[in-house]
Nanobody, 121 residues
Framework: QVQLVESGGGLVQPGGSLRLSCVAS????????MSWYRQAPGKERELVAT????????NSADSVKGRFTISRDNAKNTVYLQMNSLKPEDTAVYYC??????????????WGQGTQVTVSS
């Protein structure tokens, strides 16, 4: 079965950095795009960044552009989110997500359990 396990969250001061990791299993990781989302208290979940299956292309939300970088290591079945110059408004639970073709018929979204990032002095 598909599993996504995030790690790397924590408490960091404004201006600090964190690197999140998401280890995937149960599907052919190198065949699928991966995304990071986040959800702050009282807000809707929002897309942070997406990377293609090969890692050749990536996009990020305007709110994190220039500060966050998504990358992947297909040999390790892992996607990363490097977060620099963190701001209090980046405080949220961060989730990784993929959408996998199941049974050659339908695409199913899968989410990790999330990792908490808190930016505070």
């Amino acid at each position: 079965q598909v599993q996504l396990v995030e790690s790397g969250g924590g408490l960091v001061q404004p201006g600090g950095s964190l690197r999140l990791s998401c280890v995937a299993s149960g599907f052919t990781f190198s065949s699928y795009a991966m995304s990071w989302y986040r959800q702050a208290p009282g807000k809707e979940r929002e897309l942070v960044a997406t990377i293609t299956s090969t890692g050749a292309s990536a996009n990020s939300a305007d709110s994190v552009k220039g500060r966050f970088t998504i990358s992947r290591d297909n040999a390790k079945n892992t996607v990363y989110l490097q977060m620099n110059s963190l701001k209090p408004e980046d405080t949220a639970v961060y989730y990784c997500k993929t959408v996998v073709l199941v049974g050659s018929k339908r695409y199913v979204p899968y989410w990790g359990q999330g990792t908490q990032v808190t930016v505070s002095s």
